[in-house]
């Protein structure tokens, strides 16, 4: 057991947690004037004064305890998930005390017992009033009892349960959407509140006075579903599997738990109890809430209004990218996104299709035969407006692709580096210039107004050492076209003479 210390709480309240800043159910739904349950990682300790320190202390037991001291005016107990073995309790606003902050605990499922003493308001309390206590007990064990008042405060508010309110919020703990962090980021490391690697499965169990009456069939959960099937009079199986009509334009497909559980209800002289057997310690504390709501006559399932909004808002929301993604593509295509084809390939094949997108479509639909064909067609055009197609080594070029022939190296080996690099350099080049028409969208130089037709041009030649037919064609027509400068459109007109 860990000595009295001194913890700050705010607001009448201070919490018990085994993973720092999970979510959980909201304060005034399960509990009473003493503890509140928040989750399968959170409990809510209740206090008399509002902004003050109490003296706590924390003692992990080897079992339950056998006696209830009557040294304490309130006592309350209810279960937490433990997945790293460790616990702290901390004040509402960050209030801490060493000695109760990451202390050893056992590692699962785990039962928390809250003793408190002296609980009076700043208002009443006097310097002759001994401090107000509270002493935590925890053990380890197998089974989901729910919340519990152990002995209730005589001054005990009795706040009201909302058991259909913890239901939902357990039951969509349960089937959680996939992380929307993007994909261009890097992974997360793995969370470590999330093995459970070598815990043993454990058993939720509810009792109830009266008869009660099992759900049998189907329990929808949005993408996913509950199946229920009778094994006999007293036996159930509890299995999850995905829905034939998923609501969610991107479907859950994980299933919380992908082996089934038997849930077996007993009746004897003092009413009946309901055991769901073999489920995994993680999910014992949200299961026991949904089975307080099934088993006092829930005969709704809160939990789908909720997912069937989530669903429509992640429709509308999926709409509205697709509806943004096509128009995006469509100024990128210039119109409807072409082919399969034509969107793998890099190179000038958007910068074409925005600037003669009929002429894309019909390169794509040409054999491969006459797609050849077309690119030496264009770079010879472009080599003729530019003054080079009487130039020896290009002509050459120019003679070796329409025959079939291999390109020099000086084109194939980097790209054409060598070959551009003697354009530039050979005397017998020409130099004329032609109007530049940037993409006012594009990066670049804005003040630039023309740009040397021969560099223009020669491209058109070196896209035909590309392998592929299209993307040289595709290559050599924008080449081409952008070094016919004002008289683009009349080379376009004449390419798709030449298609004809």
Known sequence: ???????????????????????????????????????????TGFCGVHTAPIEA????????????????DAISEATLWSPSGRLSVIGLMGGVAEALVDVAVPRGLIRVRVHARHRLHETVRTDDDPPEQHELHVWAIGEETGCRTVRADPGARGWEQKPARAAEWAMLSLVPRPSTRPAILPPLPPDPYEDDTGLARVTVVRHRPGPVELPVGVLPVGDLEVRLRPVDAETLTWSWATADAPIFPDPLTTLPDDEPTTVRLTSGPDGVTLRHEGVRGRHAV?????????????ATYPWVETLRRQAAEATARAEKNRRFRAAQEAERWGGPPPSDRIRKLGGQTQSLARMDRRLLDRLDALPATRQREVACWAARRAMRVAGLEQLGWIAEALTAAEAGRPLPRAFTEERGAAAYRRLLSDPEVPRTTVPLRPNPKAFGARGATEMLQQAAAFPALTALVDDDPLAAAIGALYDAAIAHGDDRDRFLAEAHAELR
Not at 5 to 16: F, G, N, S, T
Not at 57 to 72: I, N
């Open 1 to 43: 057991m860990t000595a009295w210390a001194r913890l700050h709480v705010d607001y009448c309240q201070y919490q018990v947690v085994t993973v720092p800043g999970a979510p959980g159910t909201p304060i005034y739904t399960v509990g009473d004037d003493l503890l509140h349950v928040g989750g399968p990682s959170q409990l």
């Open 57 to 72: 202390r924390l003692r992990v037991r080897s079992g339950p305890p056998t006696l209830v001291d009557s040294g304490w």
């Open 286 to 298: 949200a299961l026991g809430l949904i089975w307080d709501h099934l088993l006092d006559g829930g």
